[in-house]
């Protein structure tokens, strides 16, 4: 059973571009969370999906940030016009329900803006 | 307030020492809390958890220290190898009442070094 898979694992981007993040969470796993961690700093909470909702996106930046998690593929966070603030590690996290806790990190997404 | 201040920052420990990290807490609503090993590079990886009707869990070396009154619980790791090496993370949430979506909360990190 293989394990929370996101890609890519290294994401570098100029300043103004879109950058995609992709999780699929384990088989099985119908919730998905997102996490942003700084250099030296913990996670931080982003947005919780499970299957075409968005439950939770109280982390989540008002303005560039969006989440989905569609029936079919995978979940995807998209940063619209990155900013060099925006340069951080992104870990995805899925459940098999929603009782929270069996939280299963996938080995994240570097993003680098230039 | 739904923070989780954890010290020390770094820890150096000798092998075959102990090594303690403490977290603390403010919400008394939270009841579920887990530590997270993190190795360079990698996710964040379920280490051992504990629920606030319990005062103490131990699985192997690792062992939970839970204090409801204090709001405060802390990671003991016996006999530390230089393979137990990694950052470790404490974090607290509502994962059996629902609320706040059963986030997990993070405490900072605490960059863990264990020397031969």
């Known amino acids: 059973n293989a394990g929370v898979m996101q890609n890519p694992r290294h994401l570098v981007r100029r300043r103004g571009q879109e950058a995609r993040l992709r999780c699929s969470p384990m088989?099985?796993?119908?919730?998905v969370y997102w996490y942003r961690q700084l250099p030296e700093e913990g996670l931080k909470f982003m947005v919780y999906?499970?299957?075409?909702?968005?439950?939770?996106e109280s982390g989540m930046p008002k303005e560039r940030f969006s989440a989905e998690f569609p029936k079919e593929g995978p979940s995807i966070l998209r940063i619209q016009q990155v900013v060099r603030g925006d340069s951080a590690a992104y870990f995805c996290a899925s459940s098999p329900k929603a009782l929270g806790t069996e939280a299963f990190f996938g080995q994240g997404t570097r993003l680098t803006v230039v | 307030q739904q923070q989780v201040k954890q010290s020390p920052q770094s820890l150096i420990v000798q092998k075959g020492g102990i090594s303690i990290i403490n977290c603390a807490y403010e919400?008394?609503?939270?009841?579920?809390f887990p530590w997270y090993q993190q190795f360079p590079g990698k996710g964040p990886a379920l280490l051992i958890a504990i629920r606030p009707d319990v005062s103490e869990k131990k699985e192997g070396r690792f062992t939970i220290s839970f204090n409801k009154s204090a709001k405060q619980f802390s990671l003991h790791i016996m006999d530390s190898q230089p393979g137990d090496s990694a950052t470790y993370f404490c974090a607290a949430s509502f994962a059996y009442s629902g609320a706040g979506s059963y986030q997990l909360t993070f405490g900072k990190g605490t960059k863990l070094s264990v020397i031969p």
């Open positions: 999906l499970q299957k075409e909702n968005i439950i939770d």
């Open positions: 088989k099985g796993h119908s919730h």
């Open positions: 919400n008394t609503a939270f009841d579920y």
